[in-house]
């Protein structure tokens, strides 16, 4: 070959090499970029779900229209009949009211997600008696006898509530000294789902009312479901509404008294304003120093408990509150016309914004959310505010021109920060907890914490490299540095081919035959976690003690081959002495005995069975890695110490394993995020249940079963959706990180390969 021939072929390499290298340096930031991306699209999905809300004012034409909107929304477009008054001269005996200003009481139905959507009605008399009536198919119907309202209420503020098959009316004392509760049962139970039956009879009232009186010096009383408070500035009493439908027995007795502060007291602010939240089941108290506190009925009759108390960024009295209808939020005003927007669950605060002056707030304000709760409007009050008088909710029908509205823009107004990862008092439940809890359409409190999904992640992968690093961390061990390398040969591959078996196929017999094994054969399974280990060293301490001549008959290499017959012997000691075991320690059922005791009840798709199948398909990767970290310790450092008189053990452990250790532990890691991400094992083993439990025996949900299984269903643009977003974010910024870290380690302490131990 003559000299340029090799020139020019010198050139060639040249460039293939540049070639090469410029395709490889592309491929790796091409990899990086798609990371970056992958990340920066995962934040920018979850973002929205961190943003306080925002707010903007209204204008005044905008702001006209939603009033008049917000007077007769849609779902009571069918009451326009009230609007009549010759439906009612068909009827005997039932002349209307002649006075000016006193509209018919809309029934509203708490049983409903809009809670005014009842076309039950009551219209006033010209002898000032109240009737209900409703509107069928075949004209107008009473629902019972005209009530006789007494002296001295206040006719304008009269409520109806329907809740179930009975209807309760409650007007306020003029005075302000006491609540007229009076309740109607109702022949047909369900009157608002539609029309009265139309025959002669349903014109015939079936029953009478109820009343009693609630003593008091209460300005505002609250009724949802089967809440009712009255209040005073230095506390609130909770009554108990009676159940039964006829009888003589109190419409509602005293079943507690909250005392929130005291005459004079300077360290417990008096009440200035009370609100029932959706539900029935929430109640805000706002006080003198501006402050909100969250009361909450933990179960049906019993008395109110405190759940929290909210960061109001309010310093003056609160002078009146407003509940939204889709969900546990509300407004509150304080007399300096600052305005605040919270939710309930968590004691969120949403925003705080100067609105009002403070003149026009002295004046008398009633504020109301429109039936989306998306804007806020503010009118005034329908009542003149005396000193000293607590403050009172005018209900939608009673607002009169509105002065100042707000568009309210908080999509994901339920998931906050501490909502996500901090214990919440949830409705119904006995104390703060962390649930994940997808309920459904319309719900007004949607549990949506991070945490048990979370722990559920850790829980598994944990248990899972409980069963797998014993397992391949000592196959790695008698591979690399006790195996002949003929053995290593065909072993190796062998092993890592199970890394190739798909985890579907894995979670498919875990759920199928090793759940329902281990179910029934659970203190032969638990107690061969425990013999079979500690026989297997115990045989192998006596096998050391036995005769020279003996240990010669078999080799050092095929030591683990002479194991096999020990494995069988412990399995059937296992199987025989299990029930044994069981009758005397146990009952002779451990699983009664586990929740007779201590409370642990099991489910057949539990933490223990995801923790084996888990182990089983971490271990390949665990074994692959450890076998090439103890392989790349240089076998001079084994010579060397064996030279010195050393054992085989000895040199493992003082020698190998610490000049091994980092590798070893990069394998962990590495173990570790295999088995965060892992999905169709939990999928299908686990039983996919929220839980913060640290029982083997409970079911589990990680965070890669919970994207598998809802994100198909969420609504785009959701908070759930966006939730969803943010859990995929946290487990990819965790296995992100475990691996990557663990690679570094690995690749800056570990020596060159040096041959192995074969």
Request: net charge negative; glycine share 8%.
């Amino acid at each position: 070959m003559s000299a340029v021939d090799a020139s020019r072929m010198q050139r060639r390499r040249l460039r293939h090499d540049r070639l090469a290298s410029l395709w490889l340096t592309a491929a790796g930031l091409g990899v990086m970029v798609i990371v970056v991306v992958m990340l920066a699209y995962l934040v920018s999905v979850s973002w929205p779900l961190l943003k306080p809300a925002s707010v903007t004012s209204l204008p005044q034409q905008a702001l006209e229209q939603q009033v008049s909107d917000q007077q007769m929304p849609a779902a009571q477009t069918d009451l326009d009949w009230l609007a009549d008054p010759d439906w009612l001269s068909a009827l005997p005996d039932m002349p209307l009211a002649a006075r000016d200003g006193l509209p018919p009481v809309l029934a509203s139905d708490d049983s409903t997600a809009d809670s005014r959507t009842s076309p039950l009605a009551g219209v006033w008399l010209a002898d000032d008696r109240l009737q209900v009536v409703q509107q069928s198919a075949a004209g107008v119907r009473l629902r019972s006898s005209a009530i006789e309202v007494p002296a001295g209420l206040e006719r304008r503020q009269a409520s109806l509530v329907l809740s179930r098959d009975q209807l309760w009316l409650r007007i306020p004392y003029e005075e302000g000294d006491g609540l007229w509760l009076a309740r109607l049962a109702l022949s047909s139970p369900h009157a608002s789902a539609g029309a009265l039956e139309d025959d002669a009879a349903s014109q015939t009232p079936h029953s009478e009312w109820q009343q009693q009186w609630l003593p008091g010096t209460a300005r505002l009383s609250s009724q949802q479901g089967r809440l009712l408070v009255t209040a005073d500035r230095d506390g609130f009493t909770q009554w108990q509404l009676s159940e039964a439908s006829t009888g003589t027995k109190p419409l509602a007795r005293k079943l507690a008294h909250h005392a929130v502060s005291s005459s004079g007291s300077a360290s417990s602010p008096a009440i200035t304003a009370i609100s029932v939240l959706r539900g029935g089941r929430s109640l805000i108290v706002g006080d003198a120093a501006g402050g909100l506190t969250h009361y909450l009925l933990p179960a049906h009759a019993q008395p109110l408990v405190k759940a929290g108390v909210f960061d109001s960024g309010l310093s003056a009295p609160v002078v009146t509150m407003a509940p939204a209808h889709h969900s546990l939020g509300f407004a509150a005003l304080d007399a300096n016309g600052c305005l605040g927007l919270y939710l309930a669950t968590s004691e969120r605060r949403r925003q705080v914004l100067d609105w009002l002056d403070a003149a026009r707030v002295a004046a008398g304000v009633a504020l109301e959310f429109d039936n989306d709760d998306r804007r806020l409007l503010a009118s005034a009050s329908r009542e003149t505010r005396l000193p000293g008088k607590l403050a009172q909710d005018a209900p939608l029908g009673a607002l009169g021109k509105a002065y100042a509205g707000l568009a309210i823009h908080d999509p994901h107004q339920a998931v906050g920060l501490d909502a996500i990862f901090g214990k919440v008092w949830y409705e119904g439940r006995a104390a703060p907890e962390w649930i994940w809890q997808l309920e459904s359409t319309g719900t007004h409190e949607p549990r949506l914490s991070l945490v048990p999904i979370m722990w559920g992640t850790l829980k598994a992968a944990l248990v899972g490299l409980l069963f797998a690093v014993p397992l391949g961390l000592g196959c790695a061990i008698h591979v690399a540095c006790f195996m002949a390398p003929r053995q290593r040969s065909r072993i190796k591959p062998l092993l890592e081919m199970m890394e190739a078996l798909p985890t579907v196929v894995i979670g498919f017999i875990a759920a199928l035959v090793v759940a329902p094994f281990v179910e029934r054969e659970l203190m032969a399974v638990l107690l061969g976690l425990v013999l079979i280990p500690l026989g297997t060293m115990v045989a192998g301490f006596l096998w050391t003690l036995s005769p020279r001549v003996w240990r010669n008959l078999l080799p050092e290499n095929m030591a683990a081959f002479g194991l096999l017959p020990l494995l069988f012997v412990l399995l059937w000691l296992d199987v025989t002495i299990a029930g044994q075991v069981e009758q005397w320690w146990f009952d002779g059922d451990l699983r009664q005995w586990l929740f007779s005791h201590y409370g642990i009840d099991y489910a057949q798709r539990n933490t223990l069975v995801t923790g084996m199948a888990l182990g089983l398909a971490v271990m390949p990767t665990l074994f692959t890695l450890s076998e090439d970290a103890l392989s790349s310790v240089p076998r001079g450092l084994a010579a060397g110490s064996a030279a010195l008189g050393a054992t085989p053990w000895q040199s493992l452990r003082r020698v190998i394993l610490p000049a091994a250790a980092v590798g070893l532990f990069s394998a962990m890691m590495i173990g570790m995020g295999r088995a965060v991400g892992e999905t169709m094992i939990v999928l299908m083993v686990a039983g996919n249940t929220p839980l913060v439990d640290a029982s083997l025996f409970e079911g589990l949900r990680s965070l890669a079963a919970t994207l598998a299984i809802e994100l198909p269903e969420a609504e785009v643009g959701s908070s759930h959706y966006r939730l969803l977003f943010l859990a995929a974010l946290a487990l990819f910024v965790f296995t992100f990180v475990v691996n990557t870290l663990a690679e570094v380690l690995r690749q800056r302490f570990t020596p060159p390969n040096q041959g192995s131990w074969g």
